[in-house]
């Protein structure tokens, strides 16, 4: 059975950094792309952030570019989002998704339930 | 704004046919595939329509998905109460080089 936990969400002061996880299990890891997708408190999906199955390609929303970063780590099959000058609009629910083949493109095949995070001071 | 649009709501009564539009651009529908998703109330979304018209494995046939030039649509037919839930529609664009959304539609069954 697929699993996505992510992890690391909170309150966190507008200008600050957080780290955000997602432990994926049930599935070849190596073998898959992954996303982070966010959801503001009553809003529609935002793509953030996804990586290829190797590290190769990495994309990010013009939202984020130049104050996120993601990452992998194949080996302990987990997804990462530093998140640095966080700003009030970055408030949301984040989801780990799952890609549905090695590369970006393809569409968001399983979600995890999210981590909530809330800039605010 | 979404780069994507939909309807924000849409509606039927049981056993009805409902359909969701998704207009896009060259960029993104006209080059790419489309995918949609379901958000039901309280819940992470899940993939629902993939490559215009492919369903993943246990979603009901009463779901189809087709795709025309830079336009996308959802059908949903022998409508259902637990059919009322948020739809989204996304693909590739190949000009901002990233995935992007439709601003979704909030279904209710009458």
């Known amino acids: 059975e697929v699993q996505l936990v992510e992890s690391g969400g909170g309150l966190v002061q507008p200008g600050r950094s957080l780290r955000l996880s997602c432990a994926a299990s049930g599935f070849t890891f190596d073998d898959y792309a992954m996303h982070w997708v966010r959801q503001a408190p009553g809003k529609g999906l935002e793509w953030v952030s996804g990586i290829s199955w190797n590290s190769g390609s990495i994309g990010y929303a013009d939202s984020v570019k130049g104050r996120f970063t993601i990452s992998r780590d194949n080996a302990k099959n987990s997804l990462y989002l530093q998140m640095n000058s966080l700003r009030a609009e970055d408030t949301a629910l984040y989801y780990c998704?799952?890609?549905?083949?090695?590369?970006?493109?393809?569409?968001?095949?399983?979600w995890g339930q999210g981590t909530l995070v809330t800039v605010s001071s | 704004q979404s780069v994507l649009t939909q309807p924000p709501s849409a509606s039927g009564t049981p056993g009805q046919r409902v359909t969701i539009s998704c207009s896009g651009s060259?960029?993104?529908?006209?080059?790419?595939?489309v995918n949609w998703y379901q958000q039901l109330p309280g819940t992470a979304p899940k993939l629902l329509i993939y490559s215009n018209n492919q369903r993943p494995s246990g979603v009901p046939d009463r779901f189809s998905g087709s795709k025309s030039g830079t336009s996308a649509s959802l059908a949903i037919s022998g409508l259902q109460s637990e059919d009322e839930a948020d739809f989204y529609c996304?693909?590739?664009?190949?000009?901002?080089?990233?995935?992007?959304f439709g601003g979704g539609t909030k279904l209710t069954v009458l």
């Open positions: 060259s960029s993104n529908i006209g080059s790419n595939t």
């Open positions: 998704a799952k890609g549905y083949q090695w590369e970006l493109r393809g569409p968001f095949e399983f």
């Open positions: 996304a693909a590739w664009d190949d000009s901002l080089n990233g995935q992007v």
